[in-house]
Every structure is written in C-alpha cells, then in structure tokens.
C-alpha cells in the first residue's frame, strides 16, 4: 500500500511579473500526479492568482488554468487578511478557492508532511 504524502505549498509572489508562483503551481501539479494530497495557501501578492476570468496572450502561461486543475484534487485558501488589505472580496474569487486564514494555514503545516514556499 503506497503512502500517500500531505504537501502544503505557500505562494507569496502576483500571478504575472515573475515566474514564483507559476512554478508553485507547476509543482502542485507535479506532486498531484505523483498521488500526493497538496494545498495550496495564497498570500501576499499571490491572492491575485485566484481572480475569476484572467486572459493572457496566446501562447502564454494562464495561471486561472493551473488553479482550476489544483482545485480538482487539492484544496486552495486565499488568506482574508491579505485579499483585504488588496481590496479583494470572496466574490472575486475562483471556484474551489476559498477564503483562508492563518489559522487554517497553520493547521494544514502542522498536518503536512512536506511545507514549500514560493
């Protein structure tokens, strides 16, 4: 019987400008494939990655596209303290993605068995 892994990923960086929480995403992705369960918690910047109805250019990275495939078999919270300091609300968000806290992401890195940030 294979055990499966718990991995927390923590993304601080905006969706566009760097490449952080592309990569983020890319390795959510990664471990999901690889059976691990993953969440994912947006912070800082970063909550902007889970805003509804992103469009990029074609032939470019879409990081609305990484988070709707991490949703279908991970869970990601975006932390409320930073998406109201951004003047986001719970609507703008993605399904899947939910509103967090520090709370939540404390309890999902004492349950991981693997913490990334990014």
């Known amino acids: 019987m294979k055990n499966i892994s718990i991995v ?3 993304l601080n960086d905006a969706p566009y400008g760097s490449e952080r929480s592309y990569n983020g995403l890319r390795s959510a992705i990664a471990l999901q494939k690889q059976d691990a369960q993953v969440n994912v918690f947006l912070m800082a910047d970063s909550v902007y990655c889970a805003l509804k109805d992103q469009t990029t250019p074609e032939g470019y990275y879409n990081i609305g596209r990484m988070i709707r495939g991490v949703t279908t078999r ?3 919270g975006s932390c409320g303290a ?4 951004r003047g986001l609300s719970n609507l703008e968000l993605m399904k899947g993605v939910h509103r967090s806290s520090m709370a939540e992401l404390a309890n999902w890195i004492l349950t991981s068995d693997k913490v990334i940030t990014f």
Do not use: E, L
């Open 74 to 76: 991970g869970k990601i």
């Open 82 to 85: 930073c998406m109201d300091a």
């Open 8 to 10: 927390t990923i923590i």
